[in-house]
């Protein structure tokens, strides 16, 4: 079982829709939580920071529970733009641990 | 600001030959790391540098991977010999003062060995 999992993909969502990724993690001694987005064929780059308090950035929204071990990041008003691989990602011990990535295609 | 440089961006190569990736940070980036990221995976931590003290080389397959980064900044990942299995990206990323700051990602070096 990997550290990090992540919901499967491809979510395929209309324009406007509201998204909803998942990921768990089995490490309790994990430290620092961030959501990253990868465009196809480009590098990651950080979406958002994670904090037990929840926390939003405009039209997304990430969720921290640290006695279930479970992050979420949802996406209200899905552009095309959104269109990406969602990875999540944990801080423990001085590295970044990856989910898998959770890809999101919207279409017009 | 120019961002995390590396090269080549592309590299095909017979299985048994060596090769080698370099990449340079971001200008006062002290950490550098070596990820590799297979096809529908996230990125894997190969190695982690501080300055030019490797502090985490746990994942690093050392029977045939090397990593190096004199002067502590510019950095360079070899592999030799290259196994099919190692068809890859390869990222590096950098940032300032430890992993618990922001990553900034390179666009990678994508390997192919037949």
């Known amino acids: 079982r990997k550290e990090v999992e992540q919901d499967p993909g491809p979510f395929n969502v209309p324009e406007g829709a509201t998204v909803a990724f998942n990921c768990t993690y089995s490490?309790?001694?994990?430290?620092?939580f961030f959501w990253y987005r990868q465009d196809c064929r480009k590098e990651p780059k950080l979406l958002m920071s994670?904090?037990?308090s929840g926390n939003e950035d405009g039209r997304f929204t990430a969720q921290l529970n640290r006695a279930s071990q479970y992050i979420s990041l949802l996406i209200r008003d899905s552009k095309l733009s959104d269109s990406a691989t969602y990875l999540c990602?944990?801080?423990?011990?001085?590295?970044?641990?990856f989910g898998q990535g959770t890809e999101l295609s919207v279409k017009p | 600001e120019a961002g995390v440089v590396q090269s080549p961006r592309y590299k095909i190569i017979e299985k048994k030959q060596p090769v080698a990736f370099w990449c340079n940070p971001i200008?006062?980036?002290?950490?550098l790391y070596w990820y590799r990221q297979n096809l529908g995976q996230g990125p894997e931590l190969l190695i982690r540098y501080e300055n030019e003290e490797a502090v985490d080389d746990s994942q690093l397959p050392k029977d045939r991977f090397s990593a190096e980064r004199l002067k502590g900044v510019d950095s360079t990942l070899k592999i030799q010999p290259a196994e099919l299995g190692d068809s890859a990206v390869y990222l590096c990323?950098?940032?300032?003062?430890?992993?618990?700051?922001?990553?900034?990602f390179g666009p990678g070096t994508r390997l192919l060995v037949l």
């Open positions: 994670v904090y037990s």
């Open positions: 200008s006062g980036h002290n950490t």
């Open positions: 990323a950098s940032s300032f003062l430890g992993p618990t700051r922001t990553q900034y």
């Open positions: 990602v944990v801080g423990r011990g001085g590295k970044l641990i």
């Open positions: 490490n309790s001694a994990s430290q620092s």
